[in-house]
């Protein structure tokens, strides 16, 4: 069974027609990339799976695990196992790194406390310790307030944020390296490379496709709302995709 | 003035204050975190002092309840003071979830129009049941009369303040500690600092936004409620006082700046040193004392005193 199943999903924002019929699969432990250039629908697909709205999905089914999750809210998606590390990062600025960090486990209602051990009970993917392993930068910045880091940090810390979640499975990354100075890009692209070998799947949503088929398995490019191409890094490299890929 | 006349002065100006930043509080961090402006609010403060008088005492009343003869539980001051700000904080409950909440997403002037309608609605309907004339409340040997403090410097070491302005003062500033701590340390003040920045994405993250500020909205709610009982001992229990009570609320919140608890505590401060001073000096001007506060304030801030964006500071 494959881990996240697109099967001809149409979504709307209001009248207009964004998605029209997309089907995408992504295997368990793969890093797959979504290619495309401004006004694709790359964001579209991202946030027709994390459950937010709008857009409105109004055909075709989105599978997680085999289960049906198209109509799940934005929470219930977030706590089965998909984490998403959104286009502009998002952080909560006026709070510090730490309190981003606790963020995505806390108010989980009385059932989950109690099912994760209790109240100080951690049942996050990656422990503040590991994370902090993971990105030194963020540990040394803990207390000072999200908004002044600099945008390598920003994006560090908001893939950290998501990897706070329990039993988290699917990282969605939307334009991770955006923005960012090139040695920047190559640091964070590392990171996405070490959380996946983790056994964490990623969809990773990219207009710098050098470093999206640098760290991918697979690709699909995404064209006016539709799949246009699908296929391998070596396949994506040797085409010519430029017509759709050109910003 | 006497330094016994000066200490009285002050715990008049920062009895005041108190009861206006109870209820305040509430106003502001909805306001700030819901975008939502309650002037229903002013309706807690309402069936505060009501529900705390129905406790409290036994009194006959005019309008409907004319009839009735001695109506209310005469349990004391005490369990007015515990039990209303929890049926205050059941009532607050109900409020967001059938009043706020359909709202949240309509224009200031609709929110505006709908709560501000609700609230004399609710003065009115007081006013049929209770009557229109004022209640006073019971006051227990122990609150009445001076309570004595220690000053530096006063030849006998001491001097005098009313017991019940102590009280009040000291309550609110023990509920004020709280409701800071309650942002900076507690999960649910995290989940509403987040969610009041970015509301989606602490969805994203698992949270579900609603509960947490249901909970603040019936905390501010419940405060709004206690706020009835002190203010109904302090001063003189009518259907008017909601509105009393609201509007300068909400002018001290705009003075110190939406959202803002530190904003809202030193506005609160501002204007009952305005509200004292004016008792003192010109007493036909207490009233409008504190719109004076606040267009000065404006002029010189026109965001108010902390134009903060977050909520909790």
Redesign the interface.
């Given at each position: 069974m494959s881990l996240l199943q697109l099967d001809n999903v149409h979504s709307y924002y209001g009248p207009s027609h964004i998605l029209r019929g997309i089907s995408v699969t992504i295997e368990k432990g793969e890093i797959v990339t979504l290619l495309g250039r401004n006004g694709a629908g790359k964001t579209t697909t991202v946030r027709s799976i994390?459950g937010?709205e709008p857009p409105d999905v109004r055909s075709g089914t989105i599978r997680f695990d085999g289960t049906d999750i198209t109509d799940w809210?934005?929470?219930d998606i977030?706590?089965g196992g998909i984490g998403?590390v959104?286009e502009g990062r998002?952080l909560?600025?006026?709070?510090t790194v730490e309190?981003n960090l606790?963020?995505?486990k806390?108010?989980?209602?009385w059932w989950n406390t109690i099912r994760r051990g209790g109240l100080g009970g951690d049942d996050s993917t990656m422990s503040l310790t590991e994370l902090y392993d993971l990105f030194p930068r963020l540990e040394e910045r803990r207390e000072q307030e999200a908004g002044t880091l600099s945008g390598g940090e920003q994006q560090m810390l908001s893939i950290a944020?998501?990897l706070?979640?329990?039993d988290l499975q699917l990282l969605l990354l939307d334009e991770p390296t955006e923005g960012l100075a090139p040695q920047i890009v190559e640091t964070v692209g590392n990171s996405i490379e070490e959380i996946a070998s983790q056994g964490l799947t990623v969809l990773l949503i990219e207009q710098n496709v050098r470093e999206a088929l640098r760290i991918a398995d697979r690709g699909y490019v995404l064209d006016q709302g539709d799949i246009v191409y699908e296929g391998s890094v070596e396949q994506l490299e040797n085409e010519d995709l430029d017509e759709y890929l050109v910003v | 003035m006497s330094i016994d006349g000066i200490v009285g002065f002050l715990f008049i100006a920062l009895s005041v204050a108190s009861l206006y930043l109870l209820v305040a509080v509430g106003l502001s961090i909805v306001f700030g975190s819901l975008k939502y402006v309650n002037m229903a609010h002013g309706v807690l403060y309402l069936a505060g002092a009501y529900i705390g008088l129905l406790i409290a005492s036994s009194n006959q009343y005019g309008g409907l309840l004319g009839e009735a003869g001695q109506v209310g539980l005469g349990w004391g001051f005490i369990p007015a003071l515990v039990l209303t700000p929890v049926v205050i904080f059941v009532l607050g409950i109900v409020m967001e979830r059938f009043i706020a909440k359909p709202f949240y997403e309509r224009d200031l002037l609709d929110q505006l129009l709908v709560t501000f309608g609700i609230l004399i609605a609710a003065q009115e309907l007081v006013a049929i049941v209770f009557g229109r004339t004022g209640t006073i409340y019971p006051r227990p040997e122990w609150l009445t009369g001076a309570i004595s403090l220690p000053v530096i410097g006063t030849p006998p070491g001491m001097s005098a303040a009313s017991t019940i302005r102590v009280l009040v003062v000291v309550l609110t500033l023990l509920l004020i500690l709280a409701i800071f701590a309650f942002f900076k340390y507690s999960d649910y003040g995290l989940a509403v600092r987040a969610g009041t920045e970015d509301s989606e994405m602490a969805q994203m993250l698992g949270i579900r936004v609603g509960r947490p500020f249901l909970l603040i909205f019936a905390v501010g709610a419940a405060y709004a409620g206690l706020a009835g009982v002190l203010g109904g001992s302090l001063f003189n229990v009518t259907s008017g006082i909601g509105m009393e009570i609201i509007i300068p609320s909400l002018v001290i919140v705009i003075m110190g700046g939406v959202g803002s608890l530190r904003g809202t505590v030193i506005g609160a401060l501002l204007a009952g040193l305005f509200f004292a001073t004016a008792t003192e000096l010109v007493p036909s001007m207490t009233r409008a004392s504190i719109y004076l506060l606040a267009i000065v304030v404006l002029t010189l801030r026109p965001n108010g005193i902390y134009p903060s964006t977050e909520i909790g500071q």
């Open positions: 994390a937010t809210p934005a929470d977030a706590m998403v959104p998002r909560f600025s006026e709070l309190e606790e963020m995505s806390i108010t989980r209602g944020r998501t706070r979640l329990p | -």
